[in-house]
Each structure stands twice: as structure tokens, then as C-alpha cells.
């Protein structure tokens, strides 16, 4: 475990401490308080503390790193750990930029490792009936997702995520991505063509005694506090995405998406419903899942993430979420950003 901190400690080690072919040996951070708080909560008898990130990727016991630091180190860790012939399970976003990623995703196909991205929000029962339901064709045609990440006043104020070196960015490429992911991945649509992006940074100035996460200190607001974009795909599909931390807005959801496609629609907004024509008349139907999915399988979408990852090693199987389409994402931030800043719209080769 490369980075002990709130992710870690909140998704990654208590998932993995729950599968029996999984020990973990091995952990570092930069403070090495949490290391060492980390490794006694959670690893073997055995386990030790890093002094750095090379000594634990030079440890020929380690074969599997989870990557959980700032996004601007993603890239050096993750591909040190592919060059020292680990597998790597890096947090989202997959990098601070596009290069990094692709240089992630260049180094897990020539070292031959598997490298994946946690998008834990793919394993939520609600994900994976209405993915499967795409797959299956039950929508038809999907040519309009809406991407959800609105938070009214929920801003993190711990650690670094407003820091706009460290991060990259703020609510689109902390939350955002994972409604982005969501959206694309239902779709099965990984082609952009254009991308009109607009950023904003309205409530940052003000601070907010009410935000979920306390005050936050306006001079170390460095990234926006809210971005939004379209997204054309080459095969003519519209994406809307829209992102928040801070936004006058009752309308608030994240990780949810809304599907409309040539046979039915779909949304995650009040639970997962699916509508469309039939016999005449429209109809509404509310999902309930039931018992459809593998009862062997943990129902947290972070265990039963965790519980995919690993078996994709053991069986030498591609990952739920392949490196290549967590590059296609890191992509599209990227030029809404780029958008942003230009005023303009960005075109994909």
C-alpha cells in the first residue's frame, strides 16, 4: 500500500483484508506515522514500514501495489511499481495529465502487468443491472448520457485536494471522473470527437461556514469549484457532464448517470428506473434488484471491487476497468480543461 491515508484506509485496506488470498505486507507513506498505524491495523505479523517507495517496490514478496497518493505522483508510482514487475491498482484520476497516463499505459502493455483504476462506483448493484442492461441491447442505441457529480456545498478541505499542482484540478477531475467513467462505460463508447468545456470558481472566493467538511481558506482554493462540458463522440453520442464541490443548486446528485437510448432511457436519480413506449403508452419501471447477481460476491461496490482486481490477477484476466479507458477519460478532462481556459472548443485527432 503506496499511501496510507483517508482512501486507503476508508476503501482499499479493510476491502482487501476481507479476501483470504490477499496479504498485505508491505506499506508506505510520507508520514510515517500512518504507515505504521496502517500496517497495525491491517498487515501480517510480518508486514513491514517503507523508508521509500523504491525500497517496497525492490521487496520480490510484493507483487500487487495499490497506488493511493496525490494525483500528481500517480504516474512516477505506478509505473516504477510496472517496471518492477507489479501489478497496480492506481486511485482515480488515473494521472495528473493525459501524458502521464499514457505513459502508464504504455509501460503496463510493454512490461506485460496489469494495471487497472478504482472506479469503484462500476461495482454498485445499480451499475451493474443497468450495464448489463446496455449490453443486452435493452435500451438500444444510446446516443445522450447525462454525467452526474453535484455536490451543493461539500467541498474537501483536508489533504490537497485544493491544491491545483498537486491535483490537477478540483470537482471534475475528483468527481467528475467517476460520473464521466460511468457514462462512457455504459455506453461502451470510448471515442471522443470534440469537447466544449466551461470552469468556474464563483463560491471559492467566499469560503462557506456551511460546507460538510468546515470552512475552507479562500487563498488555498487554487482549483474551480465547478465545471461542466458537452461532449460530442465521432460516432455522433452527446455527453453532458456536470461537476461540483460548491453550487447553488437543490440539484444534487454524484456517481449517477442518465441514459437516453433509441429503445428506452434510464436514470440513477431516485433510484434506477427505466422508461420508454410500450403497447401505446409510456411506461416508468423502478428496478429492484433482487437476487440477480452472484451471491458469492460481497454487495460493497469497494469489497466487490477489490474482490474483481484480485481475481483478475489470480486468473490472468483483463481488469473490470482497463488502463486504456481510464486513458480515454484522463483524455477528456484534460480538454475540458484545456476548453475552459481557451474558450473554445478541443478536437480529438
Known amino acids: 500500500m503506496i499511501g496510507c491515508g483517508g482512501i486507503a484506509n476508508g476503501k482499499h485496506l ?10 498485505i505486507t508491505a506499506f508506505f507513506d510520507v508520514s510515517e506515522e500512518r504507515a505504521q498505524e496502517a500496517k497495525a491495523k491491517y498487515g501480517t505479523p510480518d508486514a513491514r514500514v517503507y523508508g521509500n517507495v523504491q525500497e ?5 514478496n510484493v507483487h500487487v501495489v495499490h497506488v ?14 510496472l517496471e518492477a514487475g507489479k501489478h497496480v491498482l492506481c486511485e482515480k484520476p488515473m494521472a495528473k495529465t493525459s501524458t502521464d497516463a499514457q505513459r502508464m499505459l504504455e509501460t503496463a502493455e510493454r512490461t506485460g502487468r496489469k494495471l487497472s483504476i478504482a472506479y469503484q462506483n462500476r461495482f454498485r448493484a445499480d451499475s451493474r443491472w443497468l450495464h448489463t442492461a446496455c449490453r443486452n441491447g435493452e435500451l438500444g442505441e444510446v446516443y445522450l448520457a447525462k454525467a452526474h457529480a453535484i455536490r451543493r456545498r461539500a467541498v474537501p478541505t483536508w489533504g490537497v485536494f485544493l491544491d491545483l499542482d498537486k491535483q490537477g484540478g478540483g470537482p471534475l477531475i475528483d468527481i467528475g471522473t467517476h460520473a464521466l467513467d460511468l457514462a462512457l462505460w455504459m455506453m461502451d463508447n470510448y471515442e471522443p470527437k470534440n469537447v466544449l468545456g466551461t470552469t468556474y470558481r464563483k463560491l471559492a472566493e467566499q469560503g462557506s ?8 481558506e479562500p487563498s488555498k482554493f487554487t482549483v474551480e469549484d465547478s465545471a461542466f462540458a458537452m461532449i460530442t463522440m465521432k460516432n455522433g453520442a452527446t455527453v453532458w457532464l456536470e461537476s461540483s464541490w460548491a453550487l447553488n443548486t437543490l440539484d444534487v ?22 422508461n420508454g413506449e410500450e403497447h401505446g403508452n409510456l411506461y416508468t419501471k423502478e428496478i429492484n434488484f433482487g437476487n440477480q447477481f452472484d451471491p458469492t460476491m460481497p454487495n460493497d461496490s469497494a469489497e466487490r471491487e477489490a474482490r474483481a ?3 483478475a490477477i489470480l486468473n490472468d484476466q483483463a481488469p473490470v476497468v482497463t488502463a486504456k479507458q481510464g486513458y480515454v ?17 478541443i478536437s480529438f485527432q
Open 209 to 216: 461556514p456551511a460546507n460538510a467538511w468546515g470552512n475552507w
Open 309 to 311: 482486481w484480485i481475481d
Open 329 to 345: 477519460v484522463q483524455q477528456i478532462l484534460e480538454a475540458i480543461y484545456e476548453s475552459a481556459a481557451k474558450g473554445q472548443p
Open 253 to 274: 446528485d454524484e456517481a449517477k448517470v442518465t441514459l437516453c437510448g433509441s429503445k428506452a432511457g434510464a436514470d440513477m436519480k431516485n433510484g434506477l428506473r427505466v
Open 56 to 60: 517496497l517496490l525492490n521487496d520480490p
Open 14 to 23: 479493510p476491502s482487501l483484508a476481507k479476501i483470504p488470498e490477499v496479504k
Open 68 to 81: 493511493c497518493t496525490p494525483n500528481d505522483t500517480h504516474a512516477e508510482i505506478s509505473i516504477a511499481a
